[in-house]
């Protein structure tokens, strides 16, 4: 679990933020996960797109999807060790079983792409080659 601080103006704490973070590190390919990428572009593109908004005069805006990997169903049963400080006594050798995509994950990436991919082909966009 990763914990962070949220500070105020004067660096004072304000509030505390946990997420759970799964040990990815450990799956094996093959066996835990399979078909596992984070889609990348090129520099030249990203040249390209923006010498094409320089020469129309359009604006471009960015994004920041801040829970992208915790969102999507994923195709596996993932299972993990508790988290520190949330073992019941008794029930140690318990683990979890997460339902939905976990930061630290190797598909993580994957499973966002194909839903971003289906939203944007849902809204009449077309991959070109």
């Keep these: 679990m990763g914990i962070q601080e949220k500070l105020r103006s004067d660096g004072t704490i304000e509030m505390y933020k946990a ?13 835990d ?26 604006h471009v805006q960015q994004m920041d999807v801040k829970t992208t ?11 993990m060790d508790q988290p520190d400080g949330f073992v019941a006594n008794g029930q140690e050798r318990k683990v979890c079983k ?12 994957k499973q966002w792409y194909e839903k971003f991919h289906r939203a944007l082909t849902l809204a009449n966009f077309v991959v070109m080659s």
């Design 98 to 109: 997460s339902s939905k995509s976990l930061y630290g994950i190797k598909q993580a990436p």
């Design 19 to 31: 997420r759970l973070i799964a040990n990815g590190y450990t799956q094996k390919e093959g066996e």
């Design 33 to 58: 996960c399979f078909d596992t990428y984070s889609p990348v572009t090129h520099l030249t593109i990203i040249r390209v797109l923006l010498s094409l908004v320089a020469s129309h005069g359009l």
């Design 69 to 79: 990997f915790l969102n999507e169903e994923l195709e596996k049963e993932i299972y």
